[in-house]
């Protein structure tokens, strides 16, 4: 494997960490998920915003604490993500 390659995707002590074990906010924003979108009616935006919330700060701890630059790498693009459907979002409310 290219020495690049596993620096990037390979943690301080030399463990490839592309995929972890879900951790808990992952693991709320799934069910928070399916709860918005099997739900109707007052608690749907309620269970969106919960759900928005629960990805932002999975995303923000892998930026800031992932354990490889992959992970880190990988916070960043679900922020950018997350930040490119909202505003995407409230543009076409605004129509």
Do not use: C, Y
Request: no cysteine.
């Amino acid at each position: 494997m290219n020495s690049a390659l596993r620096r990037f995707i390979t943690d301080a002590r030399g463990r490839v960490v592309v995929a972890q074990p879900p951790n808990g906010s992952i693991l709320a924003w799934s069910a928070l998920a399916v709860a918005a979108r099997t739900s109707a009616g007052p608690a749907k935006p309620f269970l969106r915003t919960a759900r928005n919330a629960a990805l932002a700060w999975w995303a923000g701890r892998e930026l800031l604490d992932g354990d490889s630059p992959f992970r880190r790498v990988l916070g960043g693009a679900a922020l950018l993500a997350m930040a490119a459907t909202g505003r995407h979002r409230a543009h076409a409310r605004h129509r």
